[in-house]
């Protein structure tokens, strides 16, 4: 599970929004830098991954 909520709406709008990442970006631009961005795009991609392999749907 996601605990930071910056990280879970990034990750919200990158993915369930189906977003594109240029656009992620520019989206929070205002609020962040591009690379945060993508540190809290890679931190997201491992919590949920970490969720994934606790609850046993991925190895």
Known sequence: MIQDP????I???RFFKLKRYSTTV????????GSTVDRYIDNGVGA??????LWG???
């Open 48 to 53: 949920i991954a970490d969720s994934l392999k």
């Open 11 to 13: 990750i919200e709008h």
């Open 6 to 9: 910056d990280v879970k709406r």
């Open 26 to 33: 520019v989206y929070f631009e205002n609020i962040m830098s």
């Open 57 to 59: 749907i991925i190895s």
